[in-house]
């Protein structure tokens, strides 16, 4: 499993850096977050060993509460400088347990929840707004057209730390019509801060992400291996 799962993890870099030179960029302008759904520690464990030997950060993205809850202790002792972040959609009924355990919420989505989170910190917290780039009812995500609104109100508030924006890319063959949503959320990006962080970018699509300006992309399968039942 260690070998599959790190030679996985290396052809993953190799593509990463592809893209990166494709699109004039260089390898450490972009971060792979290791998206750990349903992923036992060892497995976890053994993706980070994987990074640490190719000098790269420790950064990954859980999608559920109750995972990060149960994993993210037995992985920091392992790892103590690695950054989990959460993912997935966040319910309000989570946020006390989210914040208990992870280090970003990259998937504010909405001011009810912005408010939510800020009324529960006494420091600042590092947040990414997540946007609806592909505009499809089954994704994650504020409207476009409520984006800018709701990074002011982040702004605006003095318990939360924007660090960039997320999203999930359109589902399409397309690779034009791929790269034109990731380019929407660049020039989203751009109107506030180009020094912000984008999210964006997986397995399918992640050479176009970067070529928009990608600083982080997520990645689960093709490091792991199809998910267990």
Not at 150 to 164: C, D, M, N, T, Y
Request: aromatic share 2%.
């Amino acid at each position: 499993m260690s070998d599959s799962i790190r030679s996985r993890l290396d052809r993953v870099l190799a593509r990463i850096d592809t893209a990166c030179a494709s699109a004039g960029r260089r390898p450490d302008d972009v971060r792979l977050m290791l998206a750990v759904k349903h992923r036992s520690v060892e497995d976890i464990c053994l993706a980070l060993e994987g990074l640490v030997a190719a000098r790269r950060p420790l950064l990954i993205g859980q999608n559920h509460v109750q995972q990060a809850r149960a994993s993210s202790e037995a992985v920091r002792e392992r790892y103590p400088e690695v950054e989990i972040h959460l993912i997935g959609h966040l319910q309000t009924n989570k946020i006390t347990q989210a914040l208990a355990c992870v280090d970003a919420i990259d998937t504010l989505d909405s001011q009810r929840v912005c408010d939510k989170i800020a009324s529960r910190l006494n420091t600042p917290l590092p947040v990414m707004v997540e946007v609806n780039v592909s505009e499809e009812d089954s994704k994650t995500g504020c409207p476009l057209d409520e984006a800018r609104p709701l990074i002011e109100r982040v702004l605006a508030e003095p318990h939360l730390s924007l660090r960039g924006l997320m999203t999930v890319g359109v589902l399409s063959e397309n690779a034009t019509a791929r790269r034109a949503a990731f380019a929407r959320l660049a020039r989203l990006k751009d109107e506030f801060d180009p020094s912000l962080e984008l999210s964006m970018g997986m397995s399918g699509d992640l050479a176009e992400a970067i070529a928009e300006g990608a600083s982080i992309v997520r990645i689960g399968t093709d490091v792991f291996g199809p998910r267990p039942q």
